[in-house]
């Protein structure tokens, strides 16, 4: 009878407790499948914008299309998380609240527990948050060459906690984000080729000029180096003048990641034209180092020894003296 009475008079408000909570969960779900669809048709969007920029120099090098996948897959992951937990959260809380349970002491629970676990995860935390600011911030890429302090090669993974680069042996190096405190991205915006030309003293700077001149002139026509180069080789002036050397500077800026292609085939060009030209290229400091550092022929030869005359005062002074009765026996 008790029972029956009970639940007589409050069936009507498990009813309504009941089509609150289920009404909760239903716009929970509608409104979480609706956020991540927008969050996918952005992240498609991206993706569609690196794809039509794949195909130019400026596309394949800056905004490269894995580069980009990898970065919209990543912030992907992290708005489809957020929005997850808050939309899923906040219908948790609903819930429980719609049975009158006081959340105060469960908020203040779980808050301890969380300053806990961010505490001993407090690692875990700062490579995840430092890993969202690079992607966000789109500070480097896959293909990039970059020097983080820790390691410096090719980026060939962007993680949320972890960047892999190859580095120049063909290694594999695994840095965590929450590590690099600076990054120096070597394929962003242009690089400078600079090459130095060390010539004689005695040569005709005029001449020197002009055939500088020439090289660059031919090479910046010629495939692949007219797009490789992003500016006219130039010939900047004397850099520096020794007693019997000079050294001209010759800088271009070039394509990134390509300056030191660009300053072996340079050197390659001008050796050949100074020797037609017969301008000759000396060593300058490094073959004085050289010259220094090669061992004098004669250091192992012995000096003349005064013993080897018989009549010099040296050996007289060597030779045993006669006895006085040696010498009347002589008389």
């Keep these: 009878m008790h029972t029956a009475s009970w639940v007589e008079q409050n069936w009507s408000t498990w009813l309504a407790i009941g089509l609150k909570v ?18 996918t048709k952005f992240i498609d969007r991206m993706n569609r ?26 912030i992907g992951s992290v708005l489809r998380s957020v929005a ?3 939309i899923l959260g906040t219908a948790a809380l609903m819930v429980l609240s719609s049975f ?23 690692n875990l935390v700062t490579d995840f948050l430092s890993g969202v600011f690079m992607i966000l911030e789109d500070q480097y890429g896959v293909g990039d060459s970059i020097d983080s302090g820790i390691a410096s090669g090719e980026v060939v993974e962007v993680g ?40 004689r003293s005695g040569e005709d700077l005029d001449r020197v000029r ?23 080789i130039e010939v900047l002036g004397l850099d520096s003048v020794l007693i019997d050397s000079m050294v001209v500077r010759v800088s271009a800026k070039t394509m990134p990641g ?24 000396v060593g ?31 050996v007289a002074a060597t030779a045993p003296i006669a006895s006085p009765r040696s010498a009347t026996a002589g008389k």
């Design 160 to 199: 949320l906690r972890v960047t892999k680069l190859r580095g120049a042996s063909g290694e594999i190096w695994y840095v965590r984000n929450g590590e690099i405190k600076r990054i120096g991205n070597l394929s962003q915006g242009w690089a400078t080729a600079g090459v130095d030309v060390t010539v």
């Design 49 to 74: 914008t690196a794809e039509s920029a794949e195909g130019t120099t400026l596309g394949g090098l800056l905004v490269n299309a894995e580069r980009r996948r990898q970065r919209s897959q990543a």
């Design 100 to 122: 009158q349970i006081d959340l105060a002491p469960l908020l203040a629970s779980a808050g301890v527990a969380g300053v806990a676990i961010g505490f001993g995860a407090r």
């Design 258 to 281: 390509k300056a030191l292609t660009v300053e072996r085939e340079l050197r390659w060009r001008i050796k050949r034209a100074f020797d037609a030209a017969h301008i000759r290229i």
């Design 84 to 86: 997850s937990f808050l």
């Design 284 to 314: 300058g400091e490094t073959a004085v180092l050289l010259d220094e550092d090669t061992p004098d022929p004669t250091a192992a030869v012995a000096a003349p020894s005064a013993f080897s005359n018989t009549d010099s005062p040296q």
């Design 210 to 232: 002009a055939t500088l001149d020439e090289v660059a002139e031919k090479m910046a026509k010629e495939e692949p180096w007219n797009e490789i180069l992003w500016s006219p």
């Design 22 to 39: 289920l009404l909760v969960l239903v716009i929970a779900v509608v409104l979480r499948k609706f956020v991540l669809r927008a969050i």
